[in-house]
């Protein structure tokens, strides 16, 4: 008796597998034909030197000569790496940050919150270039909202005989100074869907926690430390590691607002994808291109894997035993 319900288990469970392949099968075939074909003949064109333009059957094999190139020759390769990083360090946390305050005081019980929910998710579905057209409206020297209105606070300033403060009135995107904030700052803009999954996130928070720190007297900003954070720190860890590999791969914003889609000025702006996409499609160095994107990937990678490691020091799930 015992081995026939084993039989029959064991059928059970495999038909129930064959059919969880079946039904992912759409997306376990299409991965194996456009992603993973793609990307095993990425790898081997950065073994190559090719042009787009000659044959396949022409190709020439360099070995490892575009990685020694990338690693040794190649000044920009390291300044737009540099960019990135740069831009990556200060927009991660920002944009992190802004969109739990955003999902917190959208997470009130007020009248029309469902409409102010609304207007702050509909910027981040408006494509990329447009968005960069936008701003760069915005960050314009002589015309631009954010200029007159800093020009505006400085009067109200000297009118109050604070002048000393006088607030910067910056060139943006046409100083090497100021490029990359303008760029963070535009990153911010795009924030609606990390907002609603914090939203999310926030509605999942058991009442009765909050009842409890009621009735001992905690303060709103106690509760929100020691109740919410820990226990929408899921939520954070999904965010930050979706934000981190977003943020490696900015490139529509750049290639819009800059000058001539170079990245300028002088290289300032000069994102990693911007690079690889000018060495691929302006120089047509297929080959090199091939060998930056997998750089990247290494990169993306080692920082994804560094956050899952650090998860088990500060991402709490609830049930789980500490």
């Known amino acids: 008796m015992r081995t026939k319900r084993s039989r029959r288990a064991?059928?059970?469970?495999?038909?129930?597998n064959v059919e969880g392949y079946l039904f992912a099968s759409p997306w376990i075939v299409g991965f194996l034909v456009l992603t993973l074909g793609a990307m095993l003949f990425s790898l081997f064109l950065s073994f190559t030197k090719w042009d787009a333009h000659t044959p396949l059957d022409e190709i020439t094999l360099v070995g490892t000569a575009n990685y020694k190139e990338m690693f040794l020759e190649d000044e920009l390769f390291y300044k737009a790496l540099y960019n990135t990083a740069y831009y990556s360090f200060f927009s991660v946390p920002l944009r992190v940050t802004v969109a739990l305050l955003l999902a917190v005081l959208l997470n009130q019980?007020?009248?029309?919150?469902?409409?102010?929910?609304?207007?702050?998710?509909?910027?981040?579905?408006?494509?990329?270039?447009?968005?960069?057209?936008?701003?760069?409206?915005?960050?314009?020297?002589?015309?631009?909202?954010?200029?007159?209105?800093?020009?505006?606070?400085?009067?109200?300033?000297?009118?109050?005989?604070?002048?000393?403060?006088?607030?910067?009135?910056?060139?943006?995107?046409?100083?090497?100074?100021?490029?990359?904030?303008?760029?963070?700052?535009m990153s911010v803009w795009g924030l609606g869907s990390s907002m609603l999954i914090y939203?999310?996130?926030?509605?999942?928070?058991?009442?009765?926690?909050?009842?409890?720190?009621?009735?001992?007297?905690?303060?709103?900003?106690?509760?929100?430390?020691?109740?919410?954070?820990?226990?929408?720190?899921?939520?954070?860890?999904?965010?930050?590691?979706?934000?981190?590999?977003?943020?490696?791969?900015?490139?529509?914003?750049?290639?819009?607002?800059?000058?001539?889609?170079?990245?300028?000025?002088?290289?300032?702006?000069?994102?990693?994808?911007l690079y690889l996409y000018r060495k691929a499609f302006d120089e047509l160095r297929m080959g090199y291109a091939c060998a930056l994107a997998w750089v990247l990937f290494a990169v993306i990678l080692v920082f994804t894997l560094l956050i899952i490691r650090s998860s088990a020091l500060w991402v709490y799930y609830e049930g789980e035993r500490r």
């Open 10 to 16: 064991r059928r059970a469970a495999f038909r129930r």
């Open 109 to 185: 019980k007020v009248r029309g919150i469902a409409f102010f929910r609304t207007i702050f998710y509909l910027p981040s579905i408006v494509v990329g270039a447009a968005t960069a057209v936008v701003w760069s409206w915005v960050f314009n020297p002589s015309y631009g909202v954010l200029n007159l209105a800093l020009h505006e606070v400085n009067v109200l300033l000297d009118t109050i005989h604070l002048g000393f403060i006088n607030l910067p009135e910056p060139a943006w995107l046409e100083s090497e100074l100021w490029s990359k904030p303008a760029l963070i700052i």
């Open 199 to 273: 939203l999310a996130g926030l509605q999942s928070v058991p009442g009765h926690l909050y009842e409890v720190a009621d009735l001992d007297g905690a303060s709103p900003v106690r509760k929100f430390w020691n109740i919410t954070v820990p226990m929408i720190t899921p939520t954070i860890f999904f965010n930050l590691v979706i934000s981190v590999i977003g943020a490696f791969q900015v490139f529509t914003q750049v290639y819009v607002i800059t000058p001539n889609h170079m990245g300028g000025p002088n290289n300032s702006t000069l994102v990693y994808v």
